[in-house]
């Protein structure tokens, strides 16, 4: 079964410093792999995904995230965080299980940003 | 383009009593999905719709939890009766496809308090 763990509840950066979140993943094949953010009272927002190819994805608002198989990791990064990146952060897989697409969430990573 | 649309946002009931969420996807949308988000925790699928076939309810409490999409659009999907339990975030999220490497775009979300 896939599954994913973020072993970081909670982080807590200073503004403008930089950020990196874990994230590993257990798949039996090549998973595709998301980053989602979550603000207070809004739904999930895709940040960036990996399906193939260069292992280093880029993806909106000056996130990245690399994929590492050997380690099974896809840890998210910015090297200057903003005040407004404070939300919560989902790392997910998905394949297809049972014969059918399914996304599996990790718990989640609260980021406070002190400014 | 509107996004995903939930209603209500929010609801408070006592135990026992009926309660329903309406979603209403992107245009164009064939996949829908339902997920129960508890608090401190990441999204569970609840029940993922091809057009108006349910493709996978595994994971739906078929005892208490019902959905439908009709005509292959909108959704409802309802608890009768709630419990305690069932206090949590409801989102309902789409996609073109159901690919395991398609986007999901996700609502807002409706919030449950179970009393």
């Known amino acids: 079964a896939q599954s994913v763990t973020q072993p970081d509840i909670h982080i807590t950066v200073s503004e403008g410093a930089s950020l990196e979140l874990r994230c590993n993943y257990s798949?039996?094949?090549?998973?595709?792999l998301f980053w989602y953010v979550q603000s207070p009272g809004q739904g999930l927002q895709l940040l960036l995904k990996?399906?193939?190819?260069?292992?280093l994805v880029q993806g909106i608002k000056g996130f990245e995230a690399e994929f590492k198989r050997s380690q099974s990791s896809f840890n998210l990064r910015k090297p200057s965080v903003h005040w407004s990146d404070a939300a919560e952060y989902f790392c997910?897989?998905?394949?297809?299980?049972?014969?059918?697409?399914?996304?599996?969430f990790g718990t989640g990573t609260q980021l406070k940003v002190e400014l | 383009e509107a996004g995903v649309v939930q209603s209500p946002r929010y609801k408070i009931i006592e135990k026992k009593q009926p309660v329903a969420f309406w979603c209403n996807p992107i245009?164009?949308?064939?996949?829908l999905y339902w997920y129960l988000q508890n608090l401190g925790q990441g999204p569970e699928l609840l029940i993922r719709?091809?057009?108006?076939?349910?493709?996978?309810d595994s994971q739906l409490p078929k005892d208490r939890f019902s959905a439908e999409r009709l005509k292959g659009v909108d959704s409802t999907l309802k608890i009768q009766p709630a419990e305690l339990g069932d206090s949590a975030v409801y989102l309902c999220?789409?996609?073109?496809?159901?690919?395991?490497?398609?986007?999901?775009?996700f609502g807002p979300g409706t919030r449950l308090t179970v009393l």
């Open positions: 719709y091809e057009n108006e076939e349910a493709v996978d």
């Open positions: 990996y399906f193939s190819g260069d292992t």
């Open positions: 245009s164009g949308h064939n996949t």
């Open positions: 999220a789409s996609s073109l496809e159901g690919w395991s490497n398609d986007e999901q775009f």
């Open positions: 997910a897989v998905g394949g297809i299980t049972g014969g059918g697409n399914k996304l599996t």
């Open positions: 798949y039996g094949a090549t998973p595709y």
